[in-house]
């Protein structure tokens, strides 16, 4: 497969209308929130993202760029809010690079990330379980399902990629 080249830059104040791009499309936040978020809902989850960044040097909400600059997505590598002893991966990727690739990469990245800082910290997966293809992508990297049912009133899968403790 072709080597993504992509960039990672944490999200900041003025990214808002990137944010928006991705959140206000129904077809992205079908397997996310289960619809489209409101400009209020959008709001305040992009305040929690920036909390995020400014909690943690390493860790974060992250905008994907390719290396023709163009805006591919967001993913996050953070402290899970549900089990504050394990990482949280997850990712979003614009419908126009579906398929090709990027979930992948960002994956990849994210997971070599957790490696650097937190090389003994377990990693999550949260997914709606009817997305297969998060599914797939995070089991081909060592994820295994432990919980489906349903989490914050959305029906919710969860993955983990268990490492090894000290």
């Known amino acids: 497969m072709e080597q993504k080249n992509i960039t990672y830059t944490k999200y ?29 809902e959008a709001s305040a989850k992009f305040g929690s993202i920036l909390a995020i960044n ?23 590598l953070e402290w899970s809010r549900h089990d504050s002893t394990k990482l949280e991966i ?20 994210m997971l070599s990330l957790a490696n650097v800082f937190f090389p003994e910290v377990s ?18 990297f060592g994820f295994e399902s432990y919980f489906i049912g349903e989490e914050d009133g959305l029906p919710t899968e969860k993955l983990i990629l268990k490492r090894p403790t000290a």
């Open 12 to 40: 900041t104040a003025e990214d808002f209308g990137l944010f928006e791009s991705l959140f206000y499309d129904s077809d992205i936040m079908l397997y996310v929130t289960g619809k489209a978020l409101t400009k209020a």
């Open 54 to 76: 400014d909690s943690d040097e390493n860790l974060g909400c992250f905008k994907v760029y390719d290396s023709n600059n163009e805006f591919l997505g967001d993913c996050k």
């Open 90 to 109: 997850g990712y979003i990727v614009k419908k126009d690079y579906w398929g090709q690739g990027y979930g992948t990469r960002i994956c990849t990245d």
């Open 123 to 140: 990693i999550i997966g949260l997914i709606d379980p009817a997305n297969i293809a998060s599914k797939r992508l995070l089991e081909k």
